[in-house]
């Protein structure tokens, strides 16, 4: 997944996850470190970073929330929150968020884990449950197979499937 692309999709978890909130994406080339803005239900605003890390494992350092301080000072803002593909958050990082606190700084620290804990419950655990002869699914797979016969390419008992 492209860095827009999942700045999209956390877009949409933030939005999925929370009741009476607005989140947008901002996430664009010189859009001053800001990816997402979530304004929860007491209409407190959270800038949020979203940051992909390729490398597995991996860590967040200091720096990046460094970068989000940064962006929060010259925005006017005090809460913000991070989230990372990484497996975890540096000792370092974590340290100076609990300083943070002290001058009035609320950063949240989001990592594969916590991220992956947010879109559980997004999941159907069990979706062929839901599966009946008008589901999306199905349909979607009638219309492949009826244009594969339409054009004689091949048909499932090729593959000794049926």
Same mark, same amino acid.
């Given at each position: 997944?492209?860095p827009k692309?999942l700045?999209?999709?956390?877009k949409?978890?933030?939005?999925s996850?929370?009741?009476?909130? @607005?989140?947008?994406? /901002?996430?664009?080339?010189?859009?001053?470190?800001? @990816? /997402?803005?979530?304004? @929860?239900?007491?209409?407190?605003?959270?800038?949020?970073q979203?940051?992909?890390?390729?490398k597995?494992?991996?860590?967040?350092? /200091?720096?990046?929330?460094?970068?989000?301080?940064?962006?929060?000072?010259?925005?006017?803002?005090?809460?913000?929150?991070?989230?990372?593909? =990484?497996?975890?958050?540096?000792?370092? =990082?974590?340290?100076?968020?609990?300083?943070?606190?002290?001058?009035?700084?609320? /950063?949240?620290?989001i990592?594969?884990?916590?991220?992956?804990?947010?879109?559980?419950?997004?999941?159907?655990?069990?979706?062929?449950?839901?599966f009946?002869?008008?589901?999306?699914?199905?349909?979607?797979? @009638?219309?492949?197979?009826?244009?594969?016969?339409?054009?004689?390419?091949?048909?499932?008992?090729h593959?000794?499937?049926?």
């Open positions: 997944m492209d692309e700045e999209i999709f956390v949409v978890i933030f939005s996850f929370y009741n009476n909130c @607005d989140v947008y994406h /901002i996430g664009k080339p010189y859009d001053k470190g800001i @990816d /997402i803005l979530y304004i @929860d239900s007491d209409k407190k605003e959270w800038l949020i979203v940051k992909r890390r390729k597995i494992p991996s860590s967040e350092g /200091i720096s990046t929330i460094r970068n989000l301080l940064g962006t929060l000072v010259l925005e006017g803002k005090k809460c913000g929150i991070v989230v990372s593909t =990484a497996d975890h958050f540096t000792h370092e =990082a974590c340290k100076n968020v609990n300083r943070l606190r002290d001058l009035g700084y609320t /950063i949240k620290l990592d594969k884990h916590k991220l992956d804990l947010m879109l559980d419950p997004l999941i159907p655990k069990e979706p062929w449950l839901d009946d002869e008008n589901s999306w699914i199905k349909t979607s797979i @009638d219309m492949w197979l009826d244009d594969i016969d339409n054009k004689n390419q091949f048909t499932l008992d593959f000794n499937l049926i």
